[in-house]
């Protein structure tokens, strides 16, 4: 068999194995077919799909990479590379093919939509929250009924606090499919937003919509008891809050356990409701009505303590661990400055 016939066969089988997702047996018909013919574009296409398939982007970049470079006018194969980059988390990289593919002008509405969201997937991970805004924007616009982008967006907005217009996004991935247990973050997000508005009701029913579908996420314990807190009603928030506490605890989170036992705590809930030996008047005196600024640590840290110390250093020390950091740091330097300006 000479040469060109052997390549004709290479090529039936590489293809056959790939319809027969037979991966492994692709790669090693277009490794054979490299060796005898270095230009054949087709099948460093066709060793980059089954790559793909396998999970080994490295191996599937490469392979992009050469086809590319025998066919750069293929704007489908850069987009195919940035998907592979951003699988392995070379978001800049990317970011670039995407650009270049959506600069060409000659994509169709579903590779250019494509091209749109990858992209705006990587400015998300690198917290260029309005950049990933406008491309879920036009990525929506040409496929309004790619349901995930609207969750994408969704998760945007909340970061970028625009909580309506989040809320909004949630709120049409959980009607299209309200019982799919892949939503679980959705209610637990749209939850954080309604909370942050003030929905205290609203929060808590989508917090206990999370709790239905994972009893054991204490995240969402510690969300509700804060709502409960701020509808003065005790008794559920301690009872979350120590389900929390226990949870946490159970799951060997050290931090999240702390966080729960510190809202306790601090904020008195359980002395509140049993402790019969304070007084009628204790509880009158100014020094001991902690409720209000402690509600105010939960939901915005840096008001508490602008009530508390004024527009000082803590201040700006407390907006920090609020803004640049997780949440929590913030709310638990809050409390700490109310209990002790209080000692003071």
């Known amino acids: 068999m000479n040469d060109l016939d052997r ?22 018909d277009c490794t054979k077919l490299l060796r005898l013919n270095p230009n054949e574009h087709k099948a460093y296409w066709d060793r980059c799909l089954a790559w793909l398939e396998l999970g080994n982007y490295q191996e599937g970049i490469k392979d ?5 470079k025998l066919r750069p006018d293929f704007i489908q194969g ?10 392995i988390g070379n978001l800049q990289r990317s970011i670039e093919d995407c ?13 250019t939509q494509t091209a749109y969201s990858c992209r705006a997937d990587c400015y998300g991970l690198l917290n260029n929250y309005q950049a990933a805004l406008q491309d879920y924007n036009q990525s929506i616009r040409l496929a309004p009924e ?6 994408k967006r969704g998760f945007i907005h909340e970061e970028l606090e625009n909580y309506h217009e989040a809320i909004e996004d949630l709120t049409k991935v959980l009607r299209r499919n309200s019982e799919s247990s892949e939503l679980f973050h959705c209610y637990h997000l749209r939850a954080q937003c309604h909370q942050a508005l003030g929905n205290r009701e609203e929060a808590i029913r989508d917090f206990t919509e999370v709790i239905r579908r994972d009893p ?13 807190v701020f509808l003065n009603d005790r008794e559920s928030a301690t009872s ?6 226990r949870l946490s605890q159970a799951q060997g989170d050290t931090e999240g356990y702390q966080n729960a036992m510190n809202m306790i705590n601090l904020l008195g809930i359980r002395q509140r409701s049993s402790d019969s030996s304070i007084s009628h008047d204790d509880r009158q005196k100014p020094g001991n009505n902690k409720f209000i600024p402690i509600v105010a640590a939960i939901l915005f840290p840096p008001l508490a303590v602008y009530w508390t110390v004024g527009l000082g250093t803590q201040f700006w020390i407390n907006l920090v661990l609020t803004f640049v950091f997780p949440w929590i740091p913030g709310m638990i330097h809050a ?10």
């Open 78 to 87: 850069y987009i195919a590379r940035a998907g592979m980059f951003k699988d």
């Open 64 to 68: 992009c990479t050469q086809y590319l």
């Open 99 to 111: 650009s270049y593919a959506l600069s060409m002008g000659s994509l169709d509405s579903h590779w």
């Open 146 to 151: 790619e349901i995930e982008n609207y969750q």
């Open 335 to 344: 409390v700490w400055l109310i209990y002790n300006h209080d000692r003071s």
């Open 240 to 245: 979350d809050l120590e389900t929390a506490a």
């Open 7 to 28: 390549i004709q066969e290479l090529r039936r089988s590489a293809n056959l194995n790939i319809q027969n997702h037979n991966y492994q047996a692709a790669i090693e």
């Open 216 to 228: 054991t996420y204490y995240r969402a314990y510690i969300g509700r008891g804060g709502a409960y």
